[in-house]
């Protein structure tokens, strides 16, 4: 399984962004599709994840600011994060699991995209 990430870039505090990924090859068994970050010096921490039967896990952090959806017939998520703030800024990296959030057995990662929210 292959992830493409994009859409990441430099935005001002209280603007959107919205970043993509696109699962590619053994698709067939992702049940899970989602977004991780990561800040310098910070532990990486869930964003927003959706399963294939559409249900979600958002970070409390991102809680009514964020929205993932999912596109299962192109086997691409989307993130949709409104109201960015500074503490938002890290690198976000996008996830593939065969199972759910908390129990799996293959995952697969993307490259990161970098999100940065400054003024």
């Known amino acids: 399984v292959q992830l493409q990430a994009s859409g990441g870039g430099l935005v001002q505090p209280g603007g959107s962004l919205r970043l993509s990924c696109a699962a590619s090859?053994?698709?067939?068994?992702?049940?899970?599709m989602g977004w991780f970050r990561q800040a310098p010096g910070k532990q990486r921490e869930l964003v927003a994840a959706?399963?294939?039967?559409?249900?979600?896990n958002y970070g409390d952090r991102v809680k009514g600011r964020f929205t993932i959806s999912r596109d299962n017939a192109k086997s691409t998520v989307y993130l949709r994060m409104n109201s960015l703030k500074p503490e938002d800024t890290a690198v976000y990296h996008c996830?593939?699991?065969?199972?759910?959030?908390?129990?799996?057995?293959?995952?697969?990662w993307g490259q990161g995209t970098q999100v940065t929210v400054s003024s």
């Open positions: 996830t593939a699991r065969d199972g759910d959030l908390i129990a799996y057995a293959d995952e697969y």
């Open positions: 090859g053994n698709i067939i068994s992702i049940n899970f």
């Open positions: 959706v399963l294939r039967d559409g249900s979600t």
